[in-house]
């Protein structure tokens, strides 16, 4: 029914039963913590989608979890209801201060529990789905082969270029099978060992800011990158999604625009990148097979906590071709608005491979280039 657990922190086992009990029926599923430190510790570990907390608690208060879980990233996000028997102004006053979303006091009858649960979760799809700072920009494609790392690195090359005063990042959020270290020409001099899948390989404790700038790429262009390895995909740690929402949130706190490089495979991680970013560009092939690839995505989308919302649609044409489905046609059977096309450019595509440069920087007056800036146009929009 919900896509994590609700994690309820209180020292009264009985309190902690009933809260629990009464939310399991109801569907949810239940992850318990007795004391302050504990409750930290499995809210790193579990990610929940909301936190019930009590006030009173040895050794660590109500107030101070909800302080130490507001100062680090991967749980600043999940909603904090604060459930206790202090009836004080004074004490909700300093529960708000401290991070909760809502405060309720015990005791309540279930239905108004209930109430406050949905409502926060309701808030947390709607509003909460997003970065505090920077903004992420997933590009993702139907399938494999579309190109959709070269329009990403190509897109960031450009909006670099076009915001000097603005700070962007490329996020290769794959793997393996990495090419944008070629393309960018850093192939032979970034370690193997300073690359995303190690990094993202750590325990959550260890990814901190300060880490994650000895993994970043200062390309020439004023452009910086996260690469993935150039070894095959499963050689390396699945993403985890509390890993990939903690590396967005660091990452947004230093740069202005996150773009993300995604595969077509929607596991947790990168439905937690696309949740928390503010546009999808779907790259879609306009052949009869490369629609229903993308009616598929599209679906999947849907059944999942991202939505389509945020999509809008780019054009991937591969080789010229008279079968190709029309631009109007694509919107009209998809229901997305289309931003850009982008040309097929093979010779374009082998220089920029073997010199090590965007095809942005090879040819700036290119159609690529120019189907890039109006990719830029649109996340300059949002």
Avoid at 58 to 63: A, F, L, Q, R
Avoid at 142 to 168: C, F, H, I, P, Y
Avoid at 258 to 287: F, K, N
């Amino acid at each position: 029914m919900n896509p994590g657990p609700i994690l309820i922190i209180d020292d009264d086992v009985d309190a902690l039963k009933l809260v629990g009990l009464m939310l399991e029926r109801q569907g949810y599923q239940i992850v318990a913590a007795t004391n302050g430190r504990q409750a930290i510790e499995k809210a790193l570990e579990v990610q929940p989608i909301l936190i019930i907390l009590d006030v009173m608690m040895p050794d660590m208060d109500g107030y101070q979890v909800a302080s130490r879980l507001r100062s680090h990233p991967a749980t600043a996000p999940i909603p904090i209801l604060m459930f206790t028997a202090k009836t004080a102004v004074s004490d909700k006053i300093a529960g708000f201060q401290a991070g909760a979303d809502d405060y309720l006091i015990k005791p309540v009858h279930p239905r108004e529990l209930l109430a406050r649960v949905e409502a926060l979760l309701q808030r947390r799809d709607t509003v909460g789905a997003s970065l505090e700072t920077g903004t992420a920009i997933a590009f993702l494609p139907t399938k494999g082969g579309l190109g959709t790392s070269t329009m990403a690195l190509n897109t960031a090359v450009e909006l670099t270029r076009m915001q000097e005063d603005r700070k962007s990042i490329v996020i290769e959020l794959q793997e393996g099978r990495g090419t944008l270290a070629q393309q960018l020409g850093v192939s032979n001099t970034v370690d193997e060992h300073r690359r995303l899948p190690e990094l993202l390989a750590k325990p959550l404790s260890h990814l901190t800011t300060e880490r994650l700038r000895n993994y970043v790429v200062r390309h020439n262009s004023g452009l910086h990158a996260l690469l993935t390895t150039a070894q095959p995909v499963g050689s390396g740690s699945p993403l985890k999604r509390q890993h990939v929402r903690t590396l967005l949130h660091y990452l947004a706190t230093e740069y202005e625009y996150l773009l993300l490089d995604l595969p077509s495979r929607l596991d947790a991680g990168r439905q937690e990148a696309l949740r928390l970013s503010r546009l999808i560009l779907m790259a879609v092939e306009p052949t009869p097979i490369g629609m229903d690839l993308a009616q598929n995505m599209l679906k999947a989308l849907e059944a999942s906590e991202v939505g389509r919302q945020k999509v809008r649609l780019v054009l991937m044409h591969r080789a010229p071709a008279p079968g190709t489905i029309s631009r109007n046609m694509v919107e009209e059977a998809l229901h997305c608005e289309m931003i850009a096309g982008m040309p097929p450019a093979p010779d374009l595509a082998y220089r920029s491979g073997e010199n090590g440069k965007p095809m942005v920087e090879i040819e700036p007056h290119s159609l690529v280039a120019q189907q890039a800036r109006r990719i830029v146009q649109a996340i300059l929009a949002v």
